[in-house]
């Protein structure tokens, strides 16, 4: 799997020695030159700005570059930047290999000979009141569309003064290598300031305590929550049944009539304990014994005159004493049969309305 290139993020932001794995590794793999020479130069800006010490890196390889390999554009640019990588004499090599006058030289290293002398290396040390705290960089870029876009570095250098910011950071307007979707960043300088930040001592701590300092809310809201209990009646204190009947099952309990001593009364008229639960529900007066008879013998005979007014007479002949239908009942037992089932549905609508009530 090949390398990845690298981004502003990693140059910016890795460490020292696996930044220097990750370039020697990408030049083995890509032969890229110019990106290893863009690459050392934004690393000596990051070396310049901060307190982290870049100097020097990948040196074996930048020397083997500028002694070997085929001069290039970007090579004649930012040579002067890499010329405390050599010797005396092997920089003069380096220059001979690479321009064939010094006019050439001179033209080709304008602008980086302009920079250099913002690399210097300046004691970091500071004896005002902020003498403790770290710095943080920000700095806002123009891109090739003309955007502006900020960059913050982390560890900034606590002495280096305004000029001195101002040049390191124009040097990456030099490099192409910074990149999003294809558009060139860091095209132009636009300003920059510098932030004085400590660490809080808060937040120093062992995990053990912080564990602690989060639970202990926690136990305060348990005992408050056990005083309110204390502080209840003891009927609020029970506790609640585990399962309350559904709506549906309290409306059949309430609609359905149940007769006492089923096994008593299985053998008597369905009508005679209707009439009795409804006396006792109250819906019905308390009736004279013979009084009751004689209405349901009025009642039934009235009905059943009515029934078989209505219905043509069936024959007779061959029949027998008693007349059966062909379901081998007799008209009897129909007739008391449909009187119990209107009864039944009377009864029902007269306990729907009571339970509506």
Request: aromatic share 8%; glycine share 4%.
């Amino acid at each position: 799997m090949q390398t990845q290139r690298l981004g502003q993020r990693q140059l910016f932001n890795m460490l020292r020695g696996n930044l220097e794995k990750r370039i020697i590794k990408l030049y083995s793999e890509t032969r890229d030159v110019s990106a290893v020479i863009e690459y050392a130069v934004a690393i000596l800006v990051r070396h310049s700005l901060t307190v982290t010490d870049f100097s020097f890196i990948c040196q074996e390889l930048i020397r083997e570059l500028f002694l070997t390999a085929e001069p290039s554009a970007v090579l004649r640019r930012f040579s002067v930047f890499f010329e405390d990588y050599f010797a005396v004499d092997e920089w003069k090599s380096v220059v001979a290999r690479l321009y064939k006058h010094k006019k050439d030289y001179l033209a080709a290293t304008e602008e980086a000979r302009s920079y250099k002398v913002y690399l210097q290396e300046k004691d970091p040390t500071r004896i005002d009141g902020l003498a403790d705290h770290q710095f943080d960089l920000k700095s806002i870029f123009k891109g090739a569309n003309g955007r502006k876009h900020t960059w913050t570095l982390r560890k900034a250098h606590p002495t280096k003064n305004q000029e001195e910011i101002i040049g390191a950071l124009k040097i990456l307007t030099m490099l192409t290598i910074f990149e999003t979707n294809g558009v060139r960043k860091f095209t132009e300088f636009v300003a920059f300031s510098r932030t004085a930040t400590t660490e809080d001592p808060y937040y120093a701590v062992e995990p053990e305590e912080q564990i602690e300092s989060v639970e202990e809310p926690v136990e305060k809201n348990t005992r408050k929550t056990a005083r309110k209990r204390t502080a209840s009646s003891p009927q609020e204190i029970q506790p609640k049944p585990a399962q309350k009947a559904s709506r549906k099952e309290e409306v059949k309990q309430k609609n359905t009539a149940k007769i006492p001593d089923y096994e008593a009364n299985k053998d008597r008229p369905v009508r005679e304990l209707i009439n009795e639960r409804l006396v006792e529900e109250g819906l019905l007066p308390d009736p004279d014994p013979k009084t009751e008879d004689t209405f349901n013998d009025s009642d039934s005979s009235q009905k059943s005159q009515q029934v078989s007014s209505q219905k043509p007479k069936q024959s007779t002949v061959g029949s027998g004493k008693s007349t059966k239908n062909e379901f081998g009942k007799s008209e009897e037992q129909i007739e008391s049969e449909r009187n119990d089932r209107r009864f039944r549905r009377r009864l029902a609508k007269i306990m729907g309305k009571r339970n509506k009530k």
